[in-house]
């Protein structure tokens, strides 16, 4: 694994929208670096991205490797990504769209719908219509498939975005990015290691347009089909999650294993019949 020490960088401010804590990040050159504040965030970023790799996502994700840091005589377990904006390029959360447009909030407006199906196709068509961006409900259904399946809990309309070109004017699909909570990754407040995956299960809600994640993925596949499919066995996930989670304790691998049997049984018809 790779080593580093960011003594002489110091780290962004917090500038986004989880309720989290303020997880510490830096920006060297062309990468970023995350360290864990919550719990396993770089693992569940790591793992999520390599399950990504083996499937038919059509859409770009964020790719992150497993690095430690060095910083103010901490050792921390940390992610590193590429930056995946190209130059002239910025990344607009649907919320600040929205509200550059209408001056009102994206989560507020959604929340006068009754439906998670009336969410999902509002949000769509005010996407597609202040974009031009085609088949955004199709991207959408396939985040909601990645979250439902890996257990996202901080999908908000701020971890959703597109990509604005200055140069074209235009606006496109941006990569899916964001997975440190997923996978029960934060044990210092919600999760800790003492809970049964019961008991765990009983707290996570989804978002953004249900606090149930079947709900919400029921919904988005009803209107615009399935999207993802896994090509990966019980056996391919397990030697993954145990090459991946050496820097991590023993009892961290075990959850994160017994989940994903969970995850895999359930979600069966994500992943691809051999």
């Keep these: 694994m790779k080593r580093l020490n960011l003594d002489n960088h110091s780290p962004f401010h917090k500038t ?7 997880q510490r990040k830096w920006k060297i050159g062309d990468r970023w670096y995350k360290a864990d504040y919550m719990g396993y965030e770089s693992l569940a970023e790591v793992l999520v991205s390599h399950f990504l790799e083996r499937s038919n996502l059509r859409y770009p994700f964020v790719r992150y490797q497993l690095v430690q840091i060095e910083y103010a ?3 921390l377990n940390a992610c590193q990504s590429q930056n995946f904006l190209m130059q002239n390029e910025i990344l607009v959360p649907l919320e600040k769209l929205y509200r550059q447009y209408t001056g009102e909030s994206l989560a507020t407006k959604m929340a006068e719908f009754a439906e998670p199906s009336e969410r999902i196709q509002y949000l769509v068509e005010e996407v597609e219509k202040i974009t031009g961006i085609n088949d955004f409900g199709k991207y959408i259904t396939a985040v909601l ?3 439902a399946f890996f257990l996202n809990e ?3 309309t701020n971890n959703l975005a597109v990509v604005y070109s200055e140069n074209t004017k235009q606006y496109s699909f941006s990569p899916i990015f964001d997975q440190g909570l997923c996978l029960f990754a934060d044990t210092r407040l919600d999760y800790p290691l003492r809970l049964s995956l019961e008991e ?7 978002k953004p347009f249900s606090t149930d994640f079947d709900e919400q993925l ?5 209107l615009y089909g399935v999207q993802v499919q896994f090509d990966f066995s019980m056996k391919d996930l397990e030697n993954e999650i145990t090459r991946l989670t050496e820097k991590y304790s ?5 959850r994160i294993q017994q989940l994903m049997r969970q995850q895999f049984r359930k979600y069966k018809y994500l992943i691809k019949q051999k």
């Design 145 to 147: 498939e990645i979250d």
């Design 154 to 156: 901080d999908r908000h």
């Design 73 to 75: 005589e901490e050792q």
């Design 250 to 254: 023993p009892v961290i691998c075990e």
């Design 16 to 22: 986004g929208h989880t309720s989290k804590g303020d």
């Design 200 to 206: 765990c299960m009983k707290k996570i809600q989804a």
């Design 218 to 222: 029921d919904a988005a596949e009803a």
